[in-house]
């Protein structure tokens, strides 16, 4: 199985801050890795795919980048409704596997 | 637009079997590419990968449930349905369904979910 470990798992932070999170796969899985961002009681809701691609209404100020095993997801000025836990997740083989999250909380 | 909605008991005892039923619109489960997905969050824990059904009737299983687990699909009806024997306590988590496809731009992740189901494994 492909693992993917995210750092940090929990992330502290103000409202403005510019905060990167980073999820690091155990082989290499090319470009297929999407991100996820969930709200308590919520699904899962796609931000990032093929590492880098804006999902459709994603705002902009998310970003991601990365190939291979290492990669980011980057919120450029953190904004109040950004507070949730994000997901890697990668599509390169099977089991398709997730990242065990990063809480992101107003410090 | 594409829905997908998840259902199934709320409540099922140990040792028994978990049938639960995705239901969809919006996409075809017959166009070359797609998938419908079944995802898990015990509660307070991580997204974990259940198994995978596509277009062409081609299914992965995650390799710890396999044997537990059967995934099915009914174009007809535009449902998924997944079973999970011998249900434990630990199987407590709500299960979710999502499509995906393996052709196009959106490849490979989980674009589309369904709201989610809490299924709680309990005598």
């Known amino acids: 199985d492909i693992q993917l470990t995210q750092s940090p798992s929990f992330l502290s932070a103000s409202v403005g801050d510019r905060v990167t999170i980073t999820c690091r796969a155990s082989?290499?899985?090319?470009?297929?890795l999407g991100w996820y961002q969930q709200k308590p009681g919520k699904a899962p809701k796609l931000l990032i795919y093929g590492a880098s691609t804006l999902q459709s209404g994603v705002p902009s100020r998310f970003s991601g980048g990365g190939s291979g095993t290492e990669f980011t997801l980057t919120i450029s000025s953190l904004q109040p409704e950004d507070f949730a836990t994000y997901y890697c997740?990668?599509?390169?083989?099977?089991?398709?596997?997730f990242g065990q999250g990063t809480k992101v909380e107003i410090k | 637009q594409i829905t997908l909605k998840e259902s199934g008991p709320t409540l099922v005892k140990p040792t028994q079997t978990l049938t639960l039923t995705c239901t969809f619109s919006g996409f075809s489960l017959s166009s070359s590419g797609v998938g419908v997905g079944w995802i898990r969050q015990p509660p307070g824990k991580a997204l974990e990968w259940l198994a995978l059904?596509?277009?062409?009737?081609?299914?992965r299983h995650s390799p710890s449930l396999k044997s537990r687990l059967t995934i099915t699909k009914d174009t007809s009806k535009n449902q998924v349905v997944l079973t999970m024997t011998n249900m434990d306590p630990v199987d407590t988590a709500t299960y979710y369904c999502?499509?995906?496809?393996?052709?196009?731009?959106?490849?490979?992740?989980?674009?589309?979910w369904g709201q989610g189901t809490l299924v709680t494994v309990s005598s």
């Open positions: 997740q990668q599509g390169n083989g099977y089991p398709r596997t």
């Open positions: 059904i596509y277009w062409d009737d081609d299914k």
């Open positions: 082989q290499g899985i090319s470009i297929y």
């Open positions: 999502a499509h995906t496809s393996i052709y196009g731009v959106l490849v490979r992740v989980f674009d589309y």
